[in-house]
T-cell receptor, first 112, second 116 residues
Framework: SQTIHQWPATLVQPVGSPLSLECTVE??????LYWYRQAAGRGLQLLFYSVGIGQISSEVPQNLSASRPQDRQFILSSKKLLLSDSGFYLCAWTAKGNQPQHFGDGTRLSIL | GENVEQHPSTLSVQEGDSAVIKCTYS??????FPWYKQELGKGPQLIID?????GEKKDQRIAVTLNKTAKHFSLHITETQPEDSAVYFCAARAPYSGAGSYQLTFGKGTKLSVIP
């Protein structure tokens, strides 16, 4: 069966520091991968998606970037974190086609 | 683009009663409608989904209904239990547009509390 892993589960970083969050999927090949941010109001905001290695699409202008160095690995990064980058970051995947989307358990990021 | 409205934002029910959460969508081309349950500190978990060629789908105590004409769909939970307490999200997805990603548009969530 397929599983999705995100780490770390929680992270506390100072303003201006770099960021790297990792997401990996097991048990499937060539998935579509997604990064979302969930703010305190509970809504899910799509940040990036990828349909293949090295292919990244950004949904909103922001301080973050994403990369997909391997088929089942998706990384969310920042060179310098802002206070406004605090939130709950979720990675998700779907198989190709109009298939269900499945989420990881997220990373709680706090910026001090 | 697609817009999904979800109501109510909070819902409290007595254990054993039914809970209904409603969503409306704007894009008549949308054809896939999942529901997610999110417990505190966890990622959303897919609990049921429905495609536009079906009007209703059931899975034990959970059911989803879809009215394509009115562009709305609902989640029904019967015989609620305390472990049903969570935030529930609806979502809608339009057919493949050539972008390759089949993106979901989410409602803002409903916090369900089941009172023992």
């Amino acid at each position: 069966s397929q599983t999705i892993h995100q780490w770390p589960a929680t992270l506390v970083q100072p303003v201006g520091s770099p960021l790297s969050l990792e997401c990996t999927v097991e048990g499937t090949s060539n998935p579509n991968l997604y990064w979302y941010r969930q703010a305190a109001g509970r809504g899910l905001q799509l940040l990036f998606y990828s349909v293949g290695i090295g292919q990244i699409s950004s949904e909103v202008p922001q301080n973050l970037s994403a990369s997909r160095p391997q088929d089942r690995q998706f990384i969310l990064s920042s060179k310098k974190l802002l206070l406004s980058d605090s939130g709950f970051y979720l990675c998700a995947w779907t198989a190709k086609g109009n298939q269900p989307q499945h989420f990881g358990d997220g990373t709680r990021l706090s910026i001090l | 683009g697609e817009n999904v409205e979800q109501h109510p934002s909070t819902l409290s029910v007595q254990e054993g009663d039914s809970a209904v959460i409603k969503c409306t969508y704007s894009d008549s081309a949308s054809n896939y409608f999942p529901w997610y349950k999110q417990e505190l500190g966890k990622g959303p978990q897919l609990i049921i989904d429905i495609r536009s060629n079906v009007g209703e789908k059931k899975d034990q105590r959970i059911a989803v209904t879809l009215n394509k004409t009115a562009k709305h769909f609902s989640l029904h939970i019967t015989e609620t239990q305390p472990e049903d307490s969570a935030v529930y999200f609806c979502a809608a997805r339009a057919p493949y547009s050539g972008a390759g990603s089949y993106q979901l548009t989410f409602g803002k969530g409903t916090k369900l509390s089941v009172i023992p």
